[in-house]
């Protein structure tokens, strides 16, 4: 059996293989399904400071090698989260990761700073794909200044493996990413949903509650890794991959491409096992190949 074991700084992965945010729910959804414990890491789905109703329904819709959504971050807030989902999670045998929302650079650094009291969530993934309602409602993940206001503010407060979850709705994302890097990031991961639409043509309207919402699934995979391989090239810390990732063959695309661990998202809902799936068919591949390491093929490239 090839040696799987990966690192996102000081962070231990037992494998390259963890679940995206929003698609595993706290894990725990999926302990009769999933022996958690083999998993590299589980993000859990995002929290954010205060509690979040999320947006009316639908906000869910299928498409074309893909689906979308625009749920809006509904959670019951970082308190509940620490008196509640923490005591139930805290002791899973692997990476429980937070993934962490906000308005405003003090509201994701706030939100961090209480997860950082936790002493079994060794790291959080922040989206920075909310919108700065204090610029207009836009994202802060789609220019480098704003970007930079995020982890500067996180970094402050937060003493853990900060991971920051890259959108891919911009021009220049190694750009971005090298302002993550320079305000001390530890890793980025991308790339997180694209802006997209679909349409019921008998009540001529759109399928989801506020018109758009974020595209996921094998449609986005060749985006993604382009965009991985752009940011693998330009930044010095380790590079998260996701997007369309289905089968073991789409995440050693990835790791291929410069990504030191993988996401798997939205194939979750097709297959709840596919992760362990993609494990094993890692580990198979690389004994196949002769590899004795996976690190023989991560930016191989």
């Not at 949903?193 to 989801?208: F, H, V």
């Not at 090239?233 to 030191?260: Q, R, Y």
Request: aromatic share 4%; glycine share 10%.
């Amino acid at each position: 059996m090839a040696n799987l074991n990966v690192n996102i700084n000081s962070l231990k992965l037992k494998n390259p293989v963890m679940t995206a945010s929003g698609t595993f729910g706290y894990g725990l959804e999926f302990a009769d399904l999933v022996p958690l414990d083999t998993l590299g890491g589980i993000i859990v789905k995002g929290t954010t400071l205060h509690p979040r109703e999320g947006n009316d329904y639908p906000r869910m819709a299928e498409t074309a090698s893909g689906m979308l959504n625009c749920v809006g971050l509904q959670n019951k807030g970082v308190d509940y989260f620490c008196q509640h989902i923490y005591p139930q999670i805290k002791d899973i045998d692997t990476n429980m990761i937070v993934n962490v929302s906000g308005n405003s650079p003090d509201d994701y650094a706030e939100c961090a700073s209480r997860i950082d009291s936790l002493p079994n969530i060794p790291a959080i993934e922040l989206n920075i794909s909310c919108p700065n309602v204090k610029q207009g409602g836009m994202a802060f993940g789609v220019t480098p200044e704003g970007a930079a206001s995020v982890v500067r503010a996180v970094r402050a407060k937060y003493s853990k493996t900060l991971i920051v979850k890259l959108s891919p709705n911009v021009t220049n994302v190694a750009e971005i990413a090298n302002a993550c890097e320079n305000e001390g990031a530890d890793a980025v991961s991308l790339i997180n949903t694209l802006m997209g639409m679909a349409i019921d043509i008998e009540k001529r309207k759109s399928l989801l509650s506020i018109g758009t919402g974020g595209l996921s699934g094998p449609a986005i995979k060749p985006i993604a890794l382009r965009m991985v391989w752009q940011v693998a090239h330009s930044v010095k810390i380790p590079v998260i991959g996701l997007g369309g990732i289905c089968n073991a063959k789409d995440a050693i695309e990835f790791l291929m491409v410069g990504a030191t661990a993988i996401e798997i998202g939205t194939a979750n809902f097709i297959d709840p096992t596919v992760t362990t799936k993609v494990i094993h068919g890692i580990n198979d591949w690389l004994d196949a190949h002769g590899c004795k390491s996976v690190h023989e093929i991560i930016g191989c490239i």
